[in-house]
């Protein structure tokens, strides 16, 4: 199980949601590689940002080794999941993909968390050290109903 999860920059939320599901995820013993990226390219290359490594690791997550990178066309075919943090970073991953775009693929992160509500993360990109841990806590929340979510679908694949 491969899954992505796509914000805008690659360096403030998607990397803080990476990190903390593929911890959540290891501990639960599931067999999942988490892995993100940005629809936009100004960061390519560059570490996450210094406050998202900081709630981070207050939250004893290491995220400092990952890199920035953009969204790619192949990736809706590389991953079985993909999690959008707003409805623009969703709207520029069906245009990314083209011909490849597959629906069912592709859903906004928090509503794994509020099913059907449509709600955004927040980009903390513009405010103060408060933003990044506001979205901790909500990034946080939606991990652990997606990895109960995923050791039930797991579970059931493998009965
Ligand atoms: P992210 O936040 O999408 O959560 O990584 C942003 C990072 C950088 C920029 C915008 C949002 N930027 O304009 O450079």
New binding site residues.
């Given amino acids: 199980m491969k899954i992505l999860i796509v914000?805008?920059?690659?360096?403030?939320?998607?990397?803080?949601a990476q990190g903390v599901l593929q911890q959540k995820c290891d501990e639960a013993g599931l067999q999942v590689k988490v892995d993100s990226a940005?629809?936009?390219g100004?960061?390519q290359g560059e570490p996450?940002?210094p406050d998202?490594i900081k709630v981070a690791q207050e939250n004893g997550i290491s995220i400092s080794h990952q890199r920035?990178r953009m969204f790619k066309t192949c990736d809706i075919q590389e991953y079985d999941k993909i999690l959008a943090?707003d409805r623009s970073?969703y709207c520029a991953i069906k245009t990314s993909s083209g011909k490849s775009w597959d629906e069912s693929k592709v859903s906004l992160f928090l509503n794994e968390l509020n099913p059907g509500k449509n709600e955004e993360?927040p980009?903390?990109?513009?405010g103060t050290y408060d933003g990044y841990k506001d979205?901790y806590k909500l990034i946080d929340a939606t991990c652990d109903r997606i990895v109960e979510k995923l050791k039930n679908e797991l579970s059931l694949a493998q009965n």
């Avoid at 980009?123 to 513009?126: A, F, G, K, R």
């Fill in positions: 914000c805008l920059g690659n360096i403030c939320r998607s990397p803080l940005g629809t936009a100004y960061h996450p940002h998202s920035g943090m970073n993360v980009d903390p990109w513009y979205v």
